[in-house]
């Protein structure tokens, strides 16, 4: 950091005393950085340390995740076709179960995310403040709940419970291609999506409360002087203003829900793909690992590596859109 | 479009608190009041009573009337709701929103009141409140712009365009000025002046030249003791408070003789 004595801009001699900057002609454009220096408190550069070391160290664990993935699934891409699960290449084994991923994850935010932000508006702007203390430490307490548990109880309570549900699906939309032919143990896809749904409902809850609660009073006050009933008010300043964090929340969720493994692999019986979300067979990519990882060996390994690695691009991709999308709107965040 | 104000026997409180003490004034349709007096003395609590904009604190409450025209907004089944959208308010901090573009700042209150409304209306309106706010000029070519990359001052304009835009009877300004350079505060005096002839203006400033030279009617709070409820201690004419005060509070106030 410090410059070196023959840099062009810093003219200094680095020996000399900071009196001696007084006596150089008032014009060098050299004189006061080295002064600027000199204010650098150890604090500050300590602390700059830590942050630029930690920073560094997330990256380098990213890199290395990457690494891993690349080098140890590239086996399943070069691979002959026959020689791959299913015998049609590695893209014929990964798009059912990529599909499968999306769309649990998928549906688990569609449900998840309207009760979030409904609970959380509640919590932040209609129930007495006791009430809502109470049910927001309720909702933190879901998330507390292992996985484990979830699958479990997905599985033996949620499931049989869906079968009449999903007989009545099957019987008034069966002209859409989701709701065909109804699963008699309710193992489907859509079990382990709405248990999802409960799994990934905290994090975007939480989340949302604590954007709603901080809308500066200020907007909210101008709302209501200009005659807003409160649910105006919310639309027009508490809304808008969450909106970048919700976002986030709902992410986070997403990103939860595409990389959950327990409850998807105890729920779900798995199989092919198919459009039809209440009938057996799908399965998601953290699934398909943890049910062949332990048997799995050479080019099966790698198969599950490589599947692996299109989990994390899928998931890198989620939050680069996360991130753009709330980049796109930050013009009018207020921030500026 | 302008209302008499007819406030009796205010008594103003927080929770257990009570912060304004048995005010009753009349404001007239069409002139400029204004409020002056020491910080803490309770001008922003009172202001905030005419428009029901106090009761949003939580524990907040009022005792007494406040009649607009005969009707008392503190009466049974009014709805404050209502009462906004005949009283505005602009506040000390310019309080644009900030997701919204400059033009649907100003139309934000209009959208509320009246649900739909075509394109080209809405551009009039816009526009024409804008030119009400003096801001028409500075905004034109970026009315599609956020309304939080404007100036201060700006802001300000906005915020008093967003007022107007709706067409209340009386407009509050709590301290509009306080936060804004002296061309910005001049820009925004100019305006009072003009709106006085569509609207009952009640302004609240720490700035007695201000005061001096925007309102027709001061109305000087003051505190007895700290801890205690402040009250009105003087309502006249503003030629009156400034030159010719009947009180020796006042009198010490306006000449800085303040202890
Ligand atoms: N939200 C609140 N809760 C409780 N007490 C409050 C609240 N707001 C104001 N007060 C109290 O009410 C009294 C009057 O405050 P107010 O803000 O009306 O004074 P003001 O005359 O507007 O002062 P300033 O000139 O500094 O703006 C003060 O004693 C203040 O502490
Ligand atoms: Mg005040």
């Known amino acids: ?336 | 479009m302008s209302k008499r104000i007819d406030v009796k026997n205010l008594d103003i409180f927080y929770g257990d608190f009570q912060a304004v003490k048995d005010v009753s004034m009349v404001i007239e349709p069409k002139s400029v009041t204004a409020f002056i007096g020491p910080s803490g003395c309770g001008k922003s609590t009172f202001i905030r009573t005419l428009n029901r904009m106090h009761e949003v604190i939580p524990g907040a409450r009022v005792e007494g009337e406040v009649l607009i025209d005969g009707q008392n907004l503190y009466g049974r089944g009014v709805d404050p709701v209502d009462v906004r959208r005949q009283v505005g308010m602009v506040f000390q901090r310019p309080n644009p929103f900030p997701t919204m573009s400059i033009r649907d700042n100003v139309l934000a209150g209009v959208k509320l009141n009246s649900k739909r409304m075509s394109g080209k209306a809405a551009d009039e309106l816009a526009e024409r409140a804008l030119r009400g706010a003096n801001l028409w000029n500075e905004v034109k070519d970026r009315l599609d712009k956020p309304g939080s990359g404007l100036s201060g001052g700006q802001q300000q304009r906005l915020c008093i365009a967003r007022a107007i835009a709706v067409q209340p009877e009386v407009i509050l300004m709590d301290e509009p000025c306080s936060a804004l350079d002296p061309i910005s505060t001049l820009a925004i005096e100019d305006l009072i002046n003009e709106l006085k002839s569509d609207y009952t203006v009640v302004i609240v400033t720490h700035n007695m030249q201000q005061a001096a030279r925007v309102s027709d009617r001061t109305g000087f709070f003051n505190l007895e003791a700290t801890g205690q409820p402040g009250q009105l201690v003087e309502f006249d004419d503003t030629q009156k408070i400034f030159n010719n005060p009947s009180q020796k509070a006042t009198e010490d106030y306006i000449s800085g003789r303040f202890g």
């Open chain 1, 1 to 336: 950091m410090t410059a070196p004595p023959d840099e062009p801009r810093g003219d200094h001699d680095p020996t000399a005393t900071s009196g001696s900057v007084a006596t150089r002609p008032p014009d060098s454009p050299g004189t006061t950085r080295p002064k600027a220096r000199a204010t650098r408190r150890p604090g500050d550069v300590v602390f700059s340390g830590l942050s630029l070391a930690s920073g560094l160290i997330i990256l380098l664990i990213l890199v290395l995740v990457a690494v891993f993935l690349i080098q140890q699934g590239w086996p399943a891409f070069t691979a002959d076709s026959e020689e791959i699960s299913g015998g049609e290449g590695f893209f014929g084994y990964i798009w059912p179960l990529v599909a499968g991923t999306v769309v649990a994850s998928i549906i688990a935010m569609v449900v998840a995310t309207p009760i979030a932000v409904g609970i959380a508006l509640f919590v932040s702007h209609y129930a007495p403040r006791r009430i809502g203390v109470v049910i927001g430490f309720v909702v933190d307490l879901l998330a507390a709940v292992p996985s484990v548990v979830f699958g479990m109880w997905g599985l033996q309570t949620f499931a049989p419970q869906f079968v009449p549900l999903f007989g009545w699906l099957e019987d008034t939309l069966s002209f859409l291609p989701f709701f065909e032919d109804g699963s008699a143990t309710g193992r489907t896809l859509m079990t382990a999506s709405l248990v999802l749904a409960v799994m990934i409902l905290p994090i975007i809850t939480s989340v949302s409360r604590e954007v709603f609660l901080q809308t500066p009073r200020l907007h909210e006050e101008a709302a209501l002087a200009l005659g807003a009933t409160k649910w105006e008010m919310i639309r027009t300043a508490v809304i808008p203003f969450g909106t970048p964090g919700v976002i986030g929340g709902v992410m986070l969720g997403l990103g939860r829900a595409l990389g959950e493994t327990m409850a998807v692999t105890l729920i779900l019986s798995p199989g092919a793909f198919t459009w039809n979300i209440i009938g057996s067979g799908n399965n998601t990519i953290p699934a398909e690992i943890a049910l062949n990882f332990p048997e799995a060996s050479g080019l099966r390994l790698a198969e599950l590596i490589a599947a692996g690695l299109v989990l994390f691009v899928i998931t890198l991709i989620v939050n680069l859109f996360a991130r753009w999308i709330v980049a796109k709107r930050s013009e009018f965040s207020g921030a500026n």
